[in-house]
């Protein structure tokens, strides 16, 4: 298993629900980060959650990270068509970042 | 530029040619990385700058894939003798060690080889 994995791998709700993602991984971090993706492309940045840090808030997301069983949730709420994307969760230790195989969303007009 | 530039943005080749790929950083950014990422996959941790330091090359592949940053600045990632496997999208970040721990990507360079 590598760092920094999701779960579910893909995820289909309709508009206004929400959405919960998950990451867990397996050593010790730094920080915790999500990214966005669309269509295979460039990332871009989310959230950042700092290993002493449980909960964040940013918009229309939430942030949790579990240290104790190496595991994080982005939600996010009241999802639109425009959230249609893939989301990855980034493990950060020392200068080394390790991203996961990521959650495709669909959000379903 | 303001962000994270790669070049080319599309790139088909024949099996068993060489290709470069490059990656010009954000400016005054330290940390540079390089990813590649399989069609609908995850991304897979090629290379590391960061600064004056040595490398960490710990996932490059093979050895036809090497990579260089001139000047703490440009990097190029070079793949000789191309396989159709090495078909992905290369995506190129980098990071401000100093003063954040957000990592900004480029767009990234498709590679389809043929």
């Known amino acids: 298993s590598q760092q920094g994995e999701e779960d579910p791998q893909a995820l289909s709700i309709q508009e206004g629900e929400n959405a919960t993602m998950n990451c867990s991984y397996k050593t010790s971090i730094n920080n915790l980060q999500w990214y966005r993706q669309n269509s295979g492309r460039g990332l871009v940045h989310l959230i950042l959650?700092?290993?002493?840090?449980r909960e964040k808030h940013s918009g229309r997301l939430r942030v949790t990270l579990d240290t104790s069983k190496k595991s994080s949730s982005l939600l996010i709420t009241a999802s639109r068509a425009a959230d249609t994307a893939s989301y990855f969760c980034?493990?950060?230790?020392?200068?080394?970042?390790?991203f996961g195989i990521g959650t495709k969303l669909q959000v379903i007009p | 530029g303001a962000g994270v530039s790669q070049s080319p943005s599309n790139k088909v080749t024949e099996k068993g040619k060489d290709v470069e790929l490059r990656c010009d950083p954000i400016s005054g950014h330290t940390a540079l990385y390089w990813y590649r990422q399989s069609l609908g996959q995850g991304l897979e941790f090629l290379i590391y700058?960061?600064?004056?330091?040595?490398?960490?090359k710990s996932g490059l592949p093979s050895d036809r894939f090497s990579a260089e940053r001139t000047g703490g600045s440009v990097s190029t990632l070079t793949i000789q003798r191309t396989q159709q496997e090495d078909s992905a999208v290369y995506l190129c970040?980098?990071?401000?060690?100093?003063?954040?721990?957000?990592?900004?990507f480029g767009e990234g360079s498709w590679l389809t080889v043929v």
């Open positions: 700058f960061q600064g004056n330091s040595a490398p960490d």
């Open positions: 970040a980098s990071r401000d060690t100093s003063s954040g721990n957000t990592i900004y």
């Open positions: 959650i700092r290993s002493n840090e």
């Open positions: 980034a493990t950060v230790s020392g200068q080394k970042v390790t």
